[in-house]
Antibody, heavy 122, light 110 residues
């Protein structure tokens, strides 16, 4: 079964850090680009970051650039998002998402995890 | 990067057709044939309905179709069914090599 399972969400104070993880199974992980997409409570979807199959191309939304770092470990079929200097506006459900292609171009996101909730509050 | 512009809501009766628009700029929707559409229902993860403007993934009914003209992409759902209710989001590649979603459209089947 093709599956993405996120973990690492939780409560963090403003200015602190969290590291999200995503474990992939059921497909050849290192053939595909991967992304993080978030949805704040009551809001729409927001793309956060993407990484190509070989980590050669990494892109970020302006809202997280310089604070968040995406990475992947193809040997472990895992995707990560290191989130530093968290802000209240980063509070959201974070989805791990598979690209339909190997690049990080985001032509289509065909597999989504169930999400991990990040709460930023003092 | 500003969000792509979608109507907040659309509605239609079963069997009818509805079209959801997604307006961007010459730096995103108008520049690339890399627009995708997602259906989201409460408590579930988004589902890919259309990619690369007009391609349907396997398993998506052919009642769903996508198109683009200039800076505006569109998702058309024909033969509307109750199960089509939900929020629909468009997404486009941008000139900065980032991605941007639309604000979402709530589809109500009357």
């Amino acid at each position: 079964e093709v599956q993405l399972v996120e973990s690492g969400g939780g409560l963090a104070q403003p200015g602190r850090s969290l590291r999200l993880s995503c474990s992939a199974s059921g497909f050849t992980f290192d053939d595909y680009g991967m992304h993080w997409v978030r949805q704040a409570p009551g809001k729409g979807l927001e793309w956060v970051s993407g990484i190509s199959w070989n980590s050669g191309n990494i892109v970020y939304a302006d809202s997280v650039k310089g604070r968040f770092t995406i990475s992947r470990d193809n040997a472990k079929n895992s995707l990560y998002l290191q989130m530093n200097s968290l802000r209240p506006e980063d509070m959201a459900l974070y989805y791990c998402v598979k690209d339909i292609h190997g690049s990080a171009a985001g032509d289509g996101f065909d597999i989504w995890g169930q999400g991990t909730l990040v709460t930023v509050s003092s | 990067q500003s969000a792509l512009t979608q109507p907040p809501s659309v509605s239609g009766s079963p069997g009818q057709s509805v079209t959801i628009s997604c307006t961007g700029t010459s730096s995103d929707v108008g520049r690339y044939d890399r627009v995708s559409w997602y259906q989201k229902t409460p408590g579930t993860a988004p589902k890919l309905m259309i990619y690369d403007v007009s391609n349907r993934p396997s398993g998506v009914p052919d009642r769903f179709s996508g198109s683009k003209s200039g800076n505006t992409a569109s998702l058309t759902i024909s033969g509307l069914q109750a199960e089509d209710e939900g929020d629909y989001y468009c997404c486009s590649h941008t000139r900065k090599s980032t991605l941007v979603f639309g604000g979402g459209t709530k589809l109500t089947v009357l």
